[in-house]
Structures are given as C-alpha cells and as structure tokens.
C-alpha cells in the first residue's frame, strides 16, 4: 500500500513537472494527407501543395474568415482572375497577414465571411476547382496582407521578405513544428490589378 502511493505521488511530480506544451500559432494548412510542394510557382509568388482530393484544409492560423468562394464559375474561355480559384477560402490571421487556399472540392458549411477559427480548424477540402480544372487535385495558398474585398490579384499571394519569396520556407517550418511568422512588406498602396 505504502509502496502504491510512493509510486502514485511520484508519477503526480513526473507529470506536473514537463514543460507545459502551449498550441502551436501555425499549423500546415493541410492535415493527414501526404503532400508535396516546391518552391517554383508559375507567375507570383505562391505555393501548390499537391494531395490527395478530400484530404483537409485546415487554418494555418486562428483569425477571423474573409471571403469565401462556394461557386466555381471558372470558364477556360474567360479565364477570369477573379474566377481562377474556384472554391476558395481567405482568412485575416491573428497576426495581421491574409491566408488564402483555393481550388477546393469542398467547403465546410460554418465557413462564412466573419466566423473565428481556431488555428488547425477544418475548412474545406482539397479539390482542382477554378483553373485547376484537369490538373492533379492541390491547395494554392497564398500569404497576402488585408485588402479590400475582390482584390484577388493580392489575396492570391505576394511575394515574401524581399517580395519575391513563396510561402515555401514557412510552409516547410510549420510542418516541422516551428511557429514562424511571415515577414511581409505591405506596400503603401494596392498595386493594380494585373493582365494575368
Ligand atoms: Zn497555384
């Protein structure tokens, strides 16, 4: 008896003294899927994670949804800029930075322009919606700064650090566990919207 409670106050220590784990603030936008992604976008600075179709978007961060795309309305003919994503979701992190994941199959039904998500939180699905249409299904995501609504030429994804860098080096740090802010120069006004 003596011996049983040694050894319960002891496991009590052994468990209240590891550190305590805190939630990470990033998360890699996609959960329980195996992916792959370069660092090379077409265009603009951005990321295509390859997975498998109906593999989890997640919040890279927690914040606040932005704006949300249900409908493709993506027409190789047009091809308009503001119809290339597809289903699309956009999210203001609770670091000031934008997070945008498009080409989904799927969005959850709670996601609405305005509704808080926890960091890790489900979104959507993977998909090749909007311009992806034939290729092999991915998440474009993109790392912006707040503009208004519509501006899909920045909320698509800008280029990093010295403007030219892809959300790549991130996407690598948080898959790896480390919580690391992006560095992003917000221009003092909205370039404007380009021809591709
Ligand atoms: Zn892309």
Redo the contacts with the bound molecule.
């Keep these: 008896m003596k011996l049983g409670i040694k050894l319960l106050v002891a496991s009590f220590l052994i468990l209240n003294t590891s550190p305590a784990q805190a939630a990470p603030i990033y998360n890699f936008p996609i959960s329980g899927c195996a992916v792959t992604y370069g660092k090379y976008?077409h265009d603009y600075p951005?990321t295509?994670i390859f997975a498998n179709k109906g593999c989890a978007f997640v919040a890279p961060i927690a914040g606040v949804i932005d704006e949300v795309n249900t409908v493709d309305r993506w027409r190789g003919r047009t091809n308009l800029g503001a119809d290339r994503g597809g289903l699309s979701i956009s999210l203001i992190g609770e670091d000031g930075l934008r997070y945008y994941g498009s080409h989904l199959s799927k969005i959850e039904p709670n996601i609405t322009a305005g509704y808080k998500v926890t960091s890790g939180e489900k979104l959507g699905e993977v998909g090749a919606t909007g311009s992806a249409k034939g290729t092999k299904p991915h998440l474009?995501f993109g790392i912006s700064y707040p503009t208004e609504k519509g501006i899909w030429w920045i909320r698509r994804g800008v280029g990093l650090e010295n403007g030219k860098t892809s959300p790549w080096k991130y996407l690598k740090a948080w898959q790896a566990g480390k919580d690391l802010k992006p560095k992003l120069i917000i221009p003092a006004t909205t370039p404007p919207e380009p021809k591709k």
Excluded: L, R
Aim: aromatic letters at 0%; charged letters at 25%.
């Design positions: 976008h951005a295509d474009h």
